[in-house]
Antibody, heavy 122, light 107 residues
Framework: EVQLVESGGGLVQPGGSLRLSCAAS????????MTWVRQAPGKGLEWVAN????????YYLDSVKGRFTVSRDNAKKSLYLQMNSLRVDDTAVFFC???????????????WGQGTMVTVSS | DIQMTQSPSTLSAFVGDRVTITCRAS??????LAWYQQKPGKAPKLLIY???NLESGVPSRFSGSGSGTEFTLTISSLQPDDFATYYC?????????FGQGSKVEIK
C-alpha cells in the first residue's frame, strides 16, 4: 500500500524548534519530488516547501525561508522538515505529500499523509 | 505571487444537484491546476490534475475544465459523500498557491 506517515509534531514555545518526519512506503521514494503543506486551525491549505528527488533543488514559501529546512534520506525513504525560530502563526497541521510524476500527474499532489499537528504557544 | 480565488466560499445544495465551483488565477497558469477534496480531520484527496484530468478511482461525476485564468470543478449529481471542502491549487509558478476553499453543505 502506498503510504506516507508523518510524525514529530507537538507543542513548542515561540522561538523553539521542531523536526517533522514523513516515512514513505509502497513506492519508489527516490523517484519523486516531495512536498510539505500546512493548514492552520480552521483555515485553508498553504504550500510550504518542495524538494527534488536528490535533494539538489528546493523551494520554500517566503515566510518560512531561513527558518525551515526541508531534507530527505532516500535510503531511509524519509522526508524531513526542520523548523527553527517557530512563531505562533506557524501553528498548523503539517502534511507531507508526494508530487506526482510529470508524465502521469503533472506535478499534482497525488498521495498525502494524515498530518501532524504543530502548536506554537507559550 | 499568484492569487487563487474560489467562488462561492460556501454552497448549499441538495443530493442530486449539479454543482459548479469556480477558481480564478491572478495571472495565467496555462492548465497547471489541481482540485482537491478535504473532509474534516482528514488529508486532502486529489480529484483533478492538469485542469481536466480525472484522478484514477475518482467518480466520473467530477469533472474539471478551464485554462489560463479561469477554471471550474463540476459535480454532475451531488452525492452524500461529496459534502466536503474543495480547494484549487496552481503549480505553474512558485510559490505554489491554493484557493481559500469552497465548502459544499447539505441543503
Amino acid at each position: 500500500e502506498v503510504q506516507l506517515v508523518e510524525s514529530g509534531g507537538g507543542l513548542v514555545q515561540p522561538g523553539g524548534s521542531l523536526r517533522l518526519s514523513c516515512a514513505a512506503s509502497g513506492f519508489i521514494f527516490n523517484n519523486y519530488w516531495m512536498t510539505w503543506v500546512r493548514q492552520a486551525p480552521g483555515k485553508g491549505l498553504e504550500w510550504v516547501a518542495n524538494i527534488r528527488q536528490d535533494g539538489g533543488e528546493i523551494y520554500y514559501l517566503d515566510s518560512v525561508k531561513g527558518r525551515f529546512t526541508v531534507s530527505r534520506d532516500n535510503a531511509k525513504k524519509s522526508l524531513y522538515l526542520q523548523m527553527n525560530s517557530l512563531r505562533v502563526d506557524d501553528t498548523a497541521v503539517f502534511f507531507c505529500a508526494r508530487i506526482g510524476l510529470p508524465s502521469v500527474h503533472h506535478d499534482a499532489f497525488d498521495i498525502w499523509g494524515q498530518g501532524t499537528m504543530v502548536t506554537v504557544s507559550s | 505571487d499568484i492569487q487563487m480565488t474560489q467562488s462561492p466560499s460556501t454552497l448549499s445544495a441538495f443530493v442530486g444537484d449539479r454543482v459548479t465551483i469556480t477558481c480564478r488565477a491572478s495571472q495565467s497558469i496555462s492548465t497547471w491546476l489541481a482540485w482537491y477534496q478535504q473532509k474534516p480531520g482528514k488529508a486532502p484527496k486529489l480529484l483533478i490534475y492538469k485542469a481536466s484530468n480525472l484522478e484514477s478511482g475518482v467518480p466520473s461525476r467530477f469533472s474539471g475544465s478551464g485554462s489560463g485564468t479561469e477554471f471550474t470543478l463540476t459535480i454532475s449529481s451531488l452525492q452524500p459523500d461529496d459534502f466536503a471542502t474543495y480547494y484549487c491549487q496552481q503549480y505553474s509558478w512558485y510559490p505554489w498557491t491554493f484557493g481559500q476553499g469552497s465548502k459544499v453543505e447539505i441543503k
